[in-house]
Structures are given as C-alpha cells and as structure tokens.
C-alpha cells in the first residue's frame, strides 16, 4: 500500500491558494471544514469540548491583552505560501481598520491541539516559518501545555521550548505584556 501512495504522490498535482478560493467560492467546500495545505485540501479535525474551551478561553485572554494593539483573527486564513492556506485557530496580526486580503503571515499564531498535535508540529510549523511569521504557539491539550516556536530563520525556528501551567510567557512582537498560562492549561488537568 505504501508503494501505491508514494506513486500516487509523484503524480499529483497540487492546487495553488487560487484554485482553492475558486473551488470555495463554487461551493464545493460547502459542507466540510477543510483547509490547504502543501497543495492538498486536508480535513479539519472536529472541536471537541476542551478544544472549545480553549478557544473561548483565549479569545477573552487575547483580545484583552493584545486587542489595543493587534487584530485578533480566530480561525480565518493566512495565505502562507502560493499552495497553503491553512486557517490556525489564532493568529494576531498589525491592527486591521478596514477591509483586507488575508495577511501572509503573523506576529503570533497559535493552534489549539487536541487530535491534530503532529499536523500541527510537522506540517504547520515549519510552514508557518517559512511565511515569516514571528512566533508560533501550540496548545497541546493533552498534556496541558504549551509548545513554543520563535526566530524563523531560513524557513526554521531556531528557538522552541515547552511551558506549563504554572508558567507566564511574553510574546516577542509584546514584550511589555505577560500572562499567566493557568487559566487556560490548569483546567485541562484530569
């Protein structure tokens, strides 16, 4: 099976972000949620009950802490490269006052993981460092903590470390504004 899917993968052909928002825009993503990514359109995984509570956690944290100074985009799409368009579940970017196209790249971006860890370390990772954004967190819900990923260099993030919820953490683009992590990882504890 997997000599069938290495040579299926040589002759794919991917689709670029403008084939994607087309085929959108036809209607023919209607009843899924998926999003692009490496060309490919790739499921997204369903929001559980912690993931939701994560989520609305964080709104509040984010908009109160960052809201004077950035917009707060949760789940909407950065055009990442011309074949990925993934949609993270947060991404902060300079303060928007009008209408326009998604942004390519981030001051932080931030993915809730409960189902879908190695997607988020494995293929969205590296291609949120390649975009250029300056700051990647993931929250992994299963173990209560936070993955950090900063300094992208040539497509890498030189600096990566994991906190807890007894940890506060400083984003590099707000160096002034720290926040503790407890109201969002404690409750994960079981």
Do not use: C
Request: glycine content about 6%.
């Amino acid at each position: 099976m997997n000599e069938v899917i290495e040579l299926l993968d040589e002759r794919t052909r991917p689709l670029k972000v403008t084939e994607y928002v087309a085929l959108a825009e036809l209607g023919v993503f209607d009843e899924e949620r998926v999003e692009l990514l490496r060309g490919r359109v790739v499921k997204m995984s369903p929001q559980g009950e912690e993931h939701s509570f994560v989520m609305g956690s964080l709104t509040n944290l984010l908009v109160e802490h960052f809201g004077k100074w950035a917009t707060v985009r949760p789940g909407l799409p950065i055009n990442a490269s011309e074949d990925s368009m993934p949609e993270p579940d947060f991404a902060l970017i300079p303060r928007q006052h009008a209408p326009a196209p998604h942004p390519s790249k981030a001051l932080l971006l931030i993915e809730v993981s409960n189902t879908s860890l190695r997607l988020d370390r494995v293929v969205k990772a590296p291609l949120y460092a390649e975009g250029g954004s300056l700051e990647y967190w993931i929250i992994d819900v299963q173990n209560a903590q936070l993955e950090v990923f900063r300094k992208p260099v040539k497509g890498e993030w030189t600096e990566q470390f994991t906190l807890g919820a007894n940890d506060s953490i400083r984003p590099v683009s707000f160096p002034d504004v720290e926040f503790a992590l407890a109201p969002v990882l404690l409750a994960l504890r079981h």
